[in-house]
């Protein structure tokens, strides 16, 4: 007998699969080692059983993505965890993340945390910043109690939704809020260093919903080496949407003649720290150098 389903855990060797009949706990066949291929948590995949109770995977399905170290594949969408303090809130990470993920072509919504421990004047700062992105097209949530509310609805059937941000951005401890049987390890941020430690080691699949909601290890580095520089503009969404406008189908928002981008720099209309971000990540390709970021 054959059935479908998803891995949702490896463990020692061993993969957990959410199917129609319950969770079923296999093994994967030899050819995957053969091929150099190994199954990933997220995974849409086959598996045969017997009347014995062995259990072995046979086939994955092709993905739609793989992201992350370790990877959860077949990403419906990212909940970014960015941080009022404790790492400091960031600008250059948030556009760094939101980058990289436009790039594996991954919605992204944000969720800030720590905001009750910074004083008003300052959360009202992040608030001011983060509102240019929610015109950008970015959904936004400054209270677990708002995306709680929210969060149940927006997940769709066999959706995989998945928590990302940075080390200590308190990751665990939301998903620990949202799904409380989760049992996900916290810790204390580093002071010395201004950085949270990895508590999370491996990815899990936790059902929420109609889908299921993954907490991964935290970024220390996001390599964007591999973008082309010419098409790093596409993954900045206001200068996609505005490049239509540019007298150059191939206008690289620089130097170029009747610009649309920079007219709406120059207008107010565009951040200028998103336009710094993006010159910062064009000479971090063209130099193929990757920044670790400490904020």
Same mark, same amino acid.
């Not at 995989?160 to 940075?166: E, F, K, V, Y």
């Not at 049987?181 to 204390?188: F, L, R, S």
């Not at 565009?270 to 010159?279: C, D, P, Q, V």
């Given at each position: 007998?054959?059935?479908?389903?998803i891995?949702?855990?490896?463990i020692a060797?061993?993969?957990?699969v959410s199917?129609?009949?319950g969770?079923?706990?296999t093994?994967?066949?030899?050819?995957?080692r053969?091929?150099n291929e190994k199954?990933q948590?997220?995974d849409?995949v086959?598996v045969?059983?017997?009347?014995?109770?062995t259990?072995?995977?046979?086939?994955v399905?092709?993905?739609?993505?793989?992201?992350?170290?370790p990877?959860?594949a077949?990403?419906?969408?990212?909940?970014?965890?960015?941080? #009022?303090? /404790?790492?400091?809130?960031?600008?250059p990470l948030l556009?760094?993340f @939101?980058?990289?993920? $436009?790039? *594996?072509k991954?919605?992204?919504?944000?969720?800030?945390?720590?905001?009750d421990?910074?004083?008003?004047?300052?959360?009202?700062?992040?608030?001011?910043?983060?509102?240019y992105y929610?015109?950008?097209?970015?959904?936004?949530?400054?209270s677990?109690?708002?995306l709680e509310?929210?969060l149940?609805n927006?997940?769709?059937e066999?959706e995989?939704?998945?928590? #990302?941000? /940075?080390s200590?951005a308190?990751?665990?401890t939301?998903?620990n809020a @949202?799904?409380?049987? $989760?049992? *996900?390890?916290?810790?204390?941020?580093s002071?010395?260093l201004?950085?949270?430690?990895?508590?999370?080691?491996t990815?899990?699949?936790?059902?929420?919903?109609?889908?299921f909601?993954?907490?991964t290890p935290g970024?220390?580095?996001?390599?964007l080496?591999?973008?082309?520089?010419?098409?790093l503009r596409?993954?900045?969404t206001?200068?996609?949407?505005?490049?239509?406008?540019?007298?150059f189908?191939?206008?690289?928002?620089?130097?170029?003649?009747?610009c649309e981008?920079k007219?709406l720099?120059?207008a107010g209309k565009?951040?200028?720290?998103?336009?710094?971000?993006?010159?910062n990540?064009?000479d971090?390709?063209e130099?193929g150098?990757?920044?670790?970021?400490?904020?």
């Open positions: 007998m054959i059935i479908n389903g891995v949702i855990s490896l060797g061993y993969y957990d199917t129609p009949d969770l079923v706990r093994r994967a066949r030899g050819v995957f053969k091929r199954p948590v997220g849409s086959d045969q059983l017997d009347d014995h109770g259990n072995y995977l046979i086939k399905h092709e993905r739609k993505n793989r992201i992350g170290r990877a959860v077949n990403v419906s969408h990212v909940l970014l965890v960015m941080t #009022a303090t /404790q790492p400091e809130f960031s600008l556009d760094r @939101l980058t990289f993920f $436009a790039w *594996q991954v919605p992204v919504s944000i969720y800030l945390s720590k905001s421990l910074v004083d008003a004047e300052t959360l009202n700062s992040i608030k001011n910043d983060l509102s929610q015109e950008i097209g970015y959904t936004i949530y400054f677990k109690e708002e509310n929210r149940m927006q997940i769709g066999n995989i939704w998945t928590l #990302a941000g /940075q200590g308190g990751k665990s939301l998903l @949202l799904k409380t049987d $989760a049992g *996900q390890k916290t810790a204390e941020i002071q010395s201004n950085r949270g430690k990895h508590t999370t080691r990815v899990q699949l936790f059902e929420y919903g109609k889908g909601i993954a907490d970024f220390s580095a996001i390599d080496s591999p973008i082309k520089i010419k098409e596409d993954y900045f206001e200068f996609k949407a505005a490049s239509n406008a540019c007298k189908r191939t206008c690289q928002h620089l130097h170029e003649p009747k981008v007219r720099l120059d565009i951040k200028n720290s998103r336009y710094e971000s993006y010159l990540l064009r971090e390709i130099q150098r990757m920044p670790e970021y400490r904020k």
